[in-house]
T-cell receptor, first 116, second 113 residues
């Protein structure tokens, strides 16, 4: 069984500050993928970044980067230079890599509020 | 444009009625999924289908049913056996590659009156 834990219900930052959203996971799979999604108040789910368990480099996508620490089973999302439009709910998710079509398992999310 | 459509956007149901939520994708994805989201909560998996004419129960399948007769379509029926169906329902699809992300539809907000 796989499990995602996001311990921060809410985070508050000011514009242009960097913020780290925590994610820890539990899995018995040797190969797995970790995903981060953003959900604005409109409800749509927006894919942000992916990290494979065997990737040697931490994933980066623009202002998003993933601080992947495999031994600690953590995959924290770092948003650099926060913008007002970053205010949303953020979800971490996991799935095994070698089982095609298997669903993503999501954490409970962290609400990020960015103020000016 | 390729994507996932869900209809209706808002749905109201009386207690004891079955309702069906539509999900259609034109991304040519093999796998499709249904999630339920309660206010301030994460997504919980209801059902998923890896291929046409096959589907598996997720963590909270009780009171729900699905079918997968076509690759493009994965409708979800919320039956009267679902005791607390008021929630936001999200449909998603994915390619066969597990390194690819899930694409989501815009969601259906179901309210039981």
């Amino acid at each position: 069984a796989q499990k995602i834990t996001q311990t921060q219900p809410g985070m508050f930052v000011q514009e242009k500050e960097a913020v780290t959203l925590d994610c820890t996971y539990d899995t018995s799979d040797q190969s797995y993928g970790l995903f981060w999604y953003k959900q604005p108040s409109s409800g749509e789910m927006i894919f942000l970044i992916y990290q494979g368990s065997y990737d040697e480099q931490n994933a980066t996508e623009g202002r998003y980067s993933l601080n992947f620490q495999k031994a600690r089973k953590s995959a924290n999302l770092v948003i650099s230079a926060s913008q007002l439009g970053d205010s949303a709910m953020y979800f971490c998710a996991i799935t095994p890599v070698n089982q095609a079509g298997t669903a993503l398992i999501f954490g409970k999310g962290t609400t990020l509020s960015v103020s000016s | 444009d390729g994507g996932i459509t869900q209809s209706p956007k808002y749905l109201f149901r009386k207690e004891g009625q079955n309702v069906t939520l539509s999900c259609e994708q034109n991304l040519n994805h093999d796998a499709m999924y249904w999630y339920r989201q309660d206010p301030g909560q994460g997504l919980r998996l209801i059902y998923y289908s890896q291929i046409v004419n096959d589907f598996q129960k997720g963590d909270i399948a009780e009171g729900y049913s699905v079918s997968r007769e076509k690759k493009e379509s994965f409708p979800l029926t919320v039956t009267s056996a679902q005791k607390n169906p008021t929630a936001f329902y999200l449909c998603a699809s994915r390619t066969g590659s597990t390194q690819d992300e899930q694409f989501f539809g815009p969601g259906t907000r179901l309210t039981v009156l």
